[in-house]
């Protein structure tokens, strides 16, 4: 394909409620989209960066920059442009990957569009629907915590996974435990701990948990192995897996058991099916993370999960879990479950009436 236009949107949504993590507190979820035309066919991209560079190095407006000045100039140059091709396209960028993602989910979006293909029969999904967890964020108190997490269980999600911190772990977990009796439980630290907390976090175990996510910063492998050697709960890394050979590493020394797979974080959706493949080879059990992702980006998360390696719930909960109204068709929980789109690229239409409604500057057009 020739890619003939490339605009970036950036856009403010207002959240139904704060979302807190170890890391901070957000209110709003600022999204990048790239759209581009290609051979006359568009193809959306979301970016998963956020605000700040608080989860990742990378930020909305850093992934903006990176894409106007030297993304979108080598795409746009490009005769014959291929979603396969982009890793050897940006490969003079180095890093980025959640600035190169929103670029690959678009150009892959119109490349599918075009033959009318959609996203999870192109990356190999055998399932028509998948199983849904959400991701509960830190509360001012415990009350309020197990108000909302009951409200998610009333929902039908299947997974609870409790954001937690020094200070915000074994008690609201043991709370949330009560309420939900046996229903499956995880923990997201997002790099809050040190090895000091090694002895406070295998009290953890008492509570039947899933697994334990990220409890130490991303560079830190060595730290998680001796986590893992110490703990029961299964220690499983999100922030630090970035490519295949990150995973199968990881893998290796024994620093994760099962892996939190995200498209944007790895670069790009091709990138995620070859770690899936891998942790498959290697019987790693991997599962689908989220970004707070609006209906673009969560129609092909979605098709991710339906690969059969995703043996555990993700954090693909229903567009309502984020947004009072999404930017595409909502995507609405049924018996736990979401529905993989079946139409062509990601299945969703995006509604240019918010697209302008929730404009945060104007769109930058590139050609
Ligand atoms: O660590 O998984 C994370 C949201 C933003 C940044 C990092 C994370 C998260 C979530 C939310 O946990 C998952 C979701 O529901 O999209
Ligand atoms: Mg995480």
Known sequence: MRIERIELHTIGMPLVRPFETSFGRQTERQVLLAHVVADGV?????????????????????CRIVIERFLAPVLLAANDVTAAALDGLFAGV????????????????????????????????????????????ISPDIETLLAEVEGYVDEGYRRIKLKIKPGWDLEPVARVREVIGSLPLQVDANTAYTLD??????????????LI???????????????????????????SITSTGIAIDAIERGATSIVNIKPGRVGGYLEAVSIHDACRSLDVPVWCGGMLETGIGRAMNVALAALPGFA?????????????????EPFVLDD????????????????????????????????
Do not use: N
Request: proline share 4%; hydrophobic share 35%; charged share 25%.
């Open 213 to 239: 996510e990220q409890p130490f910063v991303e560079e830190d492998i060595a730290a998680h192995v001796l986590l893992a050697d110490s703990i029961e709960t299964p220690v499983c890394l999100d922030e």
């Open 94 to 137: 180095i890093g980025h990957r959640m600035a190169k993602a929103t670029l690959e989910a678009a150009v892959l979006d119109a490349e599918l569009r075009s033959t009318g293909t959609s996203f999870g029969e192109r990356l190999g999904a055998v399932r028509d629907r998948v199983e849904c967890g959400v991701s509960v964020g």
């Open 336 to 367: 736990g479950y979401l529905s993989v789109p079946t139409g062509a690229g990601s299945g969703v239409e995006v509604r240019h009436d918010l697209l302008r409604h929730w404009a945060l500057t104007e769109p930058v057009v590139l050609s």
């Open 312 to 328: 555990l719930p993700g954090d693909t909960s229903a567009s309502g879990r984020y947004f009072a109204e999404d930017i595409t």
């Open 42 to 62: 568009d193809g959306w991209g979301e970016c998963v960066a956020g605000t700040t560079p608080d989860y990742s190095s990378e930020y909305v407006d850093g």
């Open 197 to 210: 907390h090694v002895d406070h976090l295998r009290r953890l175990d008492e509570f039947g948990l899933l």
